[in-house]
C-alpha cells in the first residue's frame, strides 16, 4: 500500500513558492520509502479557492488517479495557508477559521504559517513579485538547512512558526531524520 500526500498551496504553478519550502522540509527533516509515499501539489492560484469546486474537482481526480494504481493506495489532504494580519484584521482571523473549518469537515489536516511562508523560512515577509525569486534562492543555498525545527512545530500562531511539521509528524510513511 502507498500513500499520497497532497499539498494544496495558495500560490500558483507559476511561482511555485510555497512548493519550494514545503518539499524542501520534506525533504531535509524526513526519510521516507520513495515507493510507498507520493507528493502531489495543487496550486490554488490564491488562498480563497481552497473551497471551490475546480479546486476539489482536482483534488478529487489526484485521488482517484492514486487509487487507480492499487486499491490500497490512500491519499492525505494538507492544505496550507498564510496566517497574514491574523493579530490585527479580524478578516484574516476569520478567513482562518473558517479555512480550519473546511479542513476539519473535509477529513484535510490544516497547517499554517505565520504571518506567511516566506518569514517562517527566511524571517521576512516578501513583496508578491520577489516570491518566485527568493524561494529559489532559499532552495539553491539550502537554506532549510538553517531552519529550526521547532519553528516548524508550533501548536499556535506566533510570528516566525508552523505547525507544518506537527501535521508531518502524524504521517507514519514519514520517519522525521535527527538534524
Known sequence: MGVQLIFTVETNK??????????????HFYAYERTQLK?????????????????????????????????AN???????FDCDDYDSKQEDRKFLED????????????VWFCKDVE???????????????????????KQINTVAPENLTAVKYRVNRSNIMKVLDSCPELIRKNS
Do not use: H, P
Open 99 to 110: 479555512a480550519e473549518k473546511f479542513c476539519k469537515d473535509k477529513g484535510y489536516e490544516f
Open 119 to 141: 518569514q517562517v523560512y527566511i524571517g521576512k515577509r516578501v513583496a508578491a513579485m520577489q516570491k518566485r525569486k527568493e524561494a529559489a534562492k532559499f532552495a539553491e543555498k
Open 14 to 27: 507559476k511561482c511555485n513558492s510555497d512548493w519550494i519550502y514545503i518539499k524542501d522540509t520534506v525533504e
Open 74 to 80: 490512500q491519499s492525505k489532504v494538507i492544505c496550507c
Open 39 to 71: 507528493l502531489s501539489v495543487v496550486y490554488l492560484d490564491g488562498k480563497g479557492n481552497y473551497s471551490s469546486k475546480k479546486k476539489q474537482k482536482e483534488i478529487d481526480s489526484l485521488i482517484s488517479q492514486y487509487r487507480a494504481t492499487s486499491k
